[in-house]
């Protein structure tokens, strides 16, 4: 039986970067947890171990959310272990291997925008059948991750990905304003050039050191600098922001 009285947050991709960075800080805030991972059981069960550290009751579920499937998976366990939510995090998120557009490949691109859009998207569904209040739910809080690639277009390295946060940017303005009178607010933040593995899984290693020098405060960021951001558009603090996109890139 969990505490009904504590908060739920759920957090798609939260085994490394980002996700990971917005778990633990959501386990110190007081929230319960359902963490979602790709692939990557052990790095998953180390955040879940450190989340439960701070005192959340955690649900740890492998799914591929790019898929509508995964995202019922982790849902279907969401209801399974708490039957309550308050605050959803579409995370997860890839840039596919980098290249001019004309030398991608179909399924680069259709498994980034399947992941970063689709995937984003079903999720968010998902947790507005549970947090609307028109629908039974508490209100609640979406965060949803853009990217400074929308204003920068990412030339030569990842123009479909830049077009997948793009897309965001659209969702979050249209359905901020859909749902904030039904208790719900959704908001999205748009990280810069931040210290986790997406540009070495893009096939780009050493892309923080070489474009870091260009950041107005003088260096990259880290994902503990973004998910205080995440945190705080969760919170109370931010109750009277809305379909707003906060950037998070040291000014760039
Ligand atoms: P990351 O370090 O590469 O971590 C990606 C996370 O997503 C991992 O937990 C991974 O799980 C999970 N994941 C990947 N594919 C998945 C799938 N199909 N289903 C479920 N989970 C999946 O990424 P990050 O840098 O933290 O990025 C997080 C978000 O921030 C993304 O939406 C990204 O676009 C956005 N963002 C990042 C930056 C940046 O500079 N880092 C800048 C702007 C925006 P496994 O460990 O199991 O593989």
Known sequence: MTDETR???????????????T???????????????????????????????????????QADVGTAAGVQKVFAESDRVFGRLDAVIPNAGITGTASA?????????????????????????EGLKRMLISKGGRGGSVVMLSS???????????????????????FVLGLGREVSGDGVRVNAVAPGL???????SGGLPDRLQKL????????????????DAILYLMSDEARYI????LRVTGGR
């Open 194 to 200: 931040i210290e986790t593995d997406i540009h070495a």
């Open 23 to 61: 778990a633990i800080k959501a386990a110190g805030a007081g929230y319960d947890l359902v963490l979602n991972y790709a692939e990557n059981a052990e790095a998953a069960q180390s955040v879940a171990a450190d989340c439960h550290a701070l005192g959340a009751e955690v649900a740890l579920v």
């Open 242 to 245: 809305a379909g707003a996109v």
């Open 148 to 170: 400074a690639a929308v204003w920068i277009g990412s030339p030569d390295n990842f123009t479909w990905y830049a077009a997948s946060k793009g897309a965001i940017d659209s």
């Open 101 to 125: 557009l004309v030398d991608a490949s179909i399924e680069t691109i259709q498994h980034t925008i399947d992941l970063n859009v689709t995937g984003a998207i079903l999720t968010v569904q």
């Open 7 to 21: 908060p739920v947050c759920l957090i798609t991709g939260a085994s490394r970067g980002i996700g990971a960075a």
């Open 212 to 227: 870091s020098g260009s950041v107005p405060i003088g260096r990259s960021g880290t994902a503990d600098e973004v998910a």
